[in-house]
């Protein structure tokens, strides 16, 4: 497959189908093993004596741990080669899982959880930087579906085996399973993996560095602190986490447009579809994760249901999320991304105001057709959203459009999350409040978190329809074949 840069040049280098074969081996058995403990938390937190205010750390350290690794791999991107980079990713990730299969106790878990969250926080920029490289624009909509189908089917498939590993054997199952299978993906990868990234070693800024990993971290600690525990929002570490993270951050931007050679060259945003692409990609993150901690809590809390029940309710709409996508990527070739993300966002739209109707007594057949129409919206918008925007970067920038919009994934997935949660909880009690009854009494807590949960997809609804109207003024990028991006911030 010939790259998007000087083509008769590098075409003999790169062989795209194995480097992205070990790229999505990759990915997909270290996803499976992160989505799968979602489903175990509940028993986790009896097995090791913990709280849920304790418990979310195996979710929220990861997503933090993310927020602090993402800013920093556009400068990796460009000191170490793509082999090096996958090497160390897979190597985090194979010892954080082997750590995790071994745990005694809730701080050994938590840790293994952190060094995987590491090797996580390297692959995922390295797999959208080389598909941005090893192929021309007009075939990058294919390649990310294809990237679509096989990540996807990880988050899809992930609580349904965990459930059955809860079920019929034990939760170190989860990581004694994907241990070989990361194994394995790492000895593809030392076959087959080739360098691909040019190497121009900018200089490293420790300050920003510093910085970003301050600002980016704090946010994130202070949101996902939010939806801990009964101080919610007035928890002295959320404020204090939001005011260090937020000043922070501001002087990392500032920082930023002043260097000559930034680390996260925020210069990105000159372009106005990476912009839009950005933002709609936060909203449908943010969409995505508070649905993806809304629905299993209620299906277990609400509804009653088994882990593994509730894990095979939700699979086949992220199966039906990972088919779509690459049928969503040719699409996306051929017609550009406004007639995919405007329809993708109002079809979620009318899914989340059905979801505010959800009963204690909705079937079993209506949760599983919302779920699957809402995994076929996200795909509209994703994959399409994502890949004009990158398009209309010049190779140069690959590195920090690619840094920039997975490290606001991760911002928005700690805001949605802490959202959701914080609205369920005051939904919630607030029932207990309206019918003057006491939170003890647990023969109303289905009817009181029906209420919370009702409530809280009401607030994707607002966030769903400001992306709709940003996505009125996506335009699709015309793109310079030559050097895979555009002459300048307009086209």
Avoid: C
Avoid at 222 to 251: C, Q, R, Y
Avoid at 463 to 478: D, M, P, Q, Y
């Amino acid at each position: 497959m010939s790259a998007s840069a000087s083509p008769k040049e590098e075409a003999p280098q790169y062989k795209a189908v194995p480097i992205m074969a070990a790229l999505l081996i990759s990915g997909f058995i270290g996803m499976l093993s992160e989505t799968g403990l979602n489903i175990a938390i509940t028993k986790l937190m009896v097995i090791f004596n913990v709280e849920p205010a304790q418990i979310q750390w195996l979710t929220t350290g990861f997503i933090l741990v993310l927020a602090i690794i993402t800013p920093v791999s556009g400068v990796l991107l460009q000191w170490f080669t793509t082999r090096q980079l996958f090497v160390t990713s897979l190597s985090f990730s194979i010892v954080g899982t082997l750590i995790a299969a071994l745990a005694p106790s809730f701080e050994v878990l938590l840790t293994a959880r952190l060094i995987q969250a590491v090797g996580t926080g390297l692959l995922i920029p390295l797999m959208f930087n080389t598909v941005l490289v090893i192929f021309p624009p007009h075939k990058r909509g294919a390649a990310m579906g294809i990237m679509g189908l096989v990540i996807m089917f990880a988050p899809a498939i992930g609580p349904a085996i965990a459930g059955m590993f809860l079920e019929y054997s034990d939760w170190t199952a989860i990581f004694w399973t994907a241990l070989p299978l990361l194994v394995g993906a790492l000895i593809f990868g030392l076959i087959f993996m080739r360098n691909v990234s040019e190497i121009t070693r900018p200089r490293i800024d420790i300050l920003s560095i510093l910085l970003s990993s301050i600002g980016f971290g704090g946010i994130v600690f202070g949101f996902s602190t939010a939806g801990e525990g009964d101080h919610g929002w007035s928890n002295p570490k959320v404020i204090i986490g939001m005011i260090v993270g937020g000043v922070a951050l501001l002087l990392f931007i500032l920082r930023q447009l002043r260097m000559k050679q930034p680390m996260m060259n925020l210069r990105a945003f000159r372009y106005p579809m990476f912009t839009m692409g950005t933002l709609i990609v936060f909203v449908a993150m943010m969409i995505i994760l508070s649905t993806v901690m809304l629905l299993p809590i209620y299906l277990q809390n609400g509804m009653a249901m088994l882990p593994l029940a509730a894990g095979l309710l939700l699979l086949p709409g992220g199966l039906i999320n990972g088919l779509m996508s690459p049928l969503m990527g040719r699409l996306f070739d051929k017609h550009g991304p406004r007639w995919l993300v405007m329809p993708g966002l109002a079809l979620v739209i009318v899914v989340l105001w059905f979801m505010t109707g959800i009963e204690t007594t909705t079937s079993k057949g209506e949760i599983i057709l919302l779920h699957s129409l809402l995994m076929i919206g996200i795909s509209m918008i994703m994959m399409p959203a994502s890949t004009n925007g990158l398009n209309q970067l010049p190779r140069e920038l690959y590195p920090d459009g690619t840094a920039i919009m997975n490290t606001l994934q991760q911002v928005a997935g700690a805001i949605g999350t802490a959202l959701a949660i914080s609205i369920m909880s005051a939904g919630t009690k607030a029932y207990y409040t309206d019918n003057g009854k006491s939170i003890e009494d647990l023969t109303l807590a289905p009817l009181a978190m029906t209420q919370g949960v009702q409530a809280a997809f009401f607030m994707t609804i607002i966030f769903a329809a400001l992306g709709l109207v940003i996505s009125f003024f996506i335009k699709r990028v015309k793109v310079d074949q030559q050097d895979g991006g555009m002459q300048g911030p307009m086209h």
